[in-house]
């Protein structure tokens, strides 16, 4: 991929980001204001962006592409866990352990990863995205809760029902029928997934405001785990490919989805069942700024 196309979108997400960041800092936005704009962007926008990148012309190189989407997703979360669980930190406290295999695993591919996919990719980007993301909430709802509550108590209505899957529901058969949407409907909703990008760029600045990033910059840990989730990770991907004959669209919107920053959830899930909710904010909080300057890199190699 070209530097100037990298540069320009990254430069983008980033002047987005520091609008969060300057605006939580003079107080426009609070702590309570941003939690109501990711629940707005997660149950909202987010959504309406994967269900209108359905709303394009089928083809059955389209369908067999998502498909490829969903077969390297899936080869990559048996790699990473396999890595999070038989490789890495295997010495620490369990409830550590609970967030380093969290933040192994799964990478922020909502938050960022769509809005960067979109940005680039554009719509059938984002559709190839949405593959993923079918593949991510089935492992963050078996095996995510299970490293965390340390029981295989899996949350099947949970991973049925997000907002996102259930966009993905409405938009396969609307896909695959060409089923007509009236056009203020489909207006409509094109204008609210647009607002993905900008706002959930906004929130991520305010978060980054709002940690200790001294404290969060003094962990080695955080920089060893940081490194795994943006490079090693998207890594493996691009050089498994090498050996494997796969379109390179489901190819390059994996590696990208890959080289997100550790996930949010692996906050909320070590807050809910107190498993180093300090230590899981400050890999989320690190990561993503270090992810500043590797996502070039990796796009670099597309």
Known sequence: MEFIVIFDQVSTLLVLLLVGF???KVGIINDVVNKKLSEFLLMVTSPMLIFTSFLMDYEAEKL???LYVIGLGTVMFIISIIAAEKIFFKKQPKAKRAVIKSAIVFSNCGFMGFPLVDSIFGQEGV???SMYLVVFNIVMWTYGMMVFSGK????????????AMIAVYLGIPIFLFQINIPFPIKNAAQMIGNMTTPLAMIIIGAIIESANIKKALSDI???ILSIMRLLIMPLIAYFLILFIDIPKIASDICIVVLAMPA???AAVFAEKFEA?????SKVV?????LSILTIPIILRLL
């Not at 295989?152 to 907002?163: S, W, Y």
């Not at 180093?276 to 899981?280: D, K, M």
């Open 263 to 265: 996930s949010v959830n």
């Open 22 to 24: 300057i605006t939580k």
């Open 285 to 289: 909080t690190v990561s993503t700024l």
């Open 152 to 163: 295989a108590n899996f949350n099947i209505k949970k991973m049925l029902t997000t907002p």
């Open 127 to 129: 559709f190839y995205a």
């Open 221 to 223: 840990q955080v920089y």
């Open 276 to 280: 180093e909710p300090l230590f899981a």
């Open 64 to 66: 067999t592409n998502a």
